[in-house]
């Protein structure tokens, strides 16, 4: 079937070609210039928002100076909290990190620790639960109850004692070793401490060691806890 064509149209067309194209580019133009006003409002939000992010990252970090000064002024230094507190806690368990940390007890308190053996490893509280044998006398003895809580350079609690005295002390001891839930590589935001908070972190601070040499272990190796026991620790 022929399609007819109005040729009145046709004329219509042809006689208005130009006005035709005309309207059409002023079209594309309006199309074109409400899309790049939207893009361009688009960008200045954008650029409004990443200022106002920077003020409040620029106001956070001049916060954190402003009290990090005022604890300086006191006698604390947040960075090297920070430090002893991940020493005290790493974020990762292994046992090179805990032998080194008796071997430091033990030196530091001329108690000497003989052998350990791991009891359990609890992922839920992050601990190791081991117990190690030791002798020494009596005033070697004392200075290690008196320093094993921070004096390795590790958090560690005390669950027993068992001892017996002769010419020497012969102790066994469950010790419990622990790990931090979260990361603590870096104060990044204010923090409020009472003066309570204050004067545990001096005495933390004062019990740490703060050698590298002394503390000089891998908290990022992987935990290595299969074997359970190693006689001649040192």
Do not use: C, H
Request: no cysteine; net charge neutral.
């Amino acid at each position: 079937m022929k399609i007819k064509i109005d040729r009145y149209l046709m004329r219509l067309a042809k006689d208005n070609f130009g006005y035709l194209i005309l309207w059409i580019l002023i079209f594309i133009m309006f199309v074109y210039s409400i899309s790049f006003f939207r893009q361009k409002n688009d960008q200045n939000i954008f650029t409004i928002d990443t200022i106002q992010n920077q003020n409040v990252t620029y106001k956070k970090r001049i916060d954190l100076i402003n009290q990090q000064q005022t604890f300086l002024a006191e006698g604390i230094d947040l960075d090297k909290v920070n430090l002893s507190m991940t020493r005290l806690m790493p974020e990762k368990e292994d046992m090179f990190n805990i032998v080194n940390a008796l071997n430091q007890l033990s030196s530091s308190t001329q108690f000497q620790i003989n052998s350990y053996a791991v009891n359990s490893i609890d992922p839920k509280s992050k601990s190791v639960s081991i117990t190690v044998s030791g002798e020494g006398d009596r005033d070697s003895f004392l200075k290690f109850l008196q320093n094993y809580n921070l004096g390795s350079g590790r958090l560690i609690t005390i669950d027993k004692v068992d001892y017996s005295e002769t010419s020497a002390y012969s102790v066994k001891l469950k010790l419990n070793f622990y790990t931090s839930q979260t990361s603590t590589k870096s104060v990044g935001s204010v923090v409020n401490f009472t003066e309570q908070d204050k004067k545990l972190i001096r005495k933390i601070e004062s019990q740490v060691p703060t050698s590298s040499a002394e503390l000089d272990t891998d908290n990022d190796t992987d935990a290595d806890l299969n074997y359970k026991i190693k006689d001649k620790l040192f």
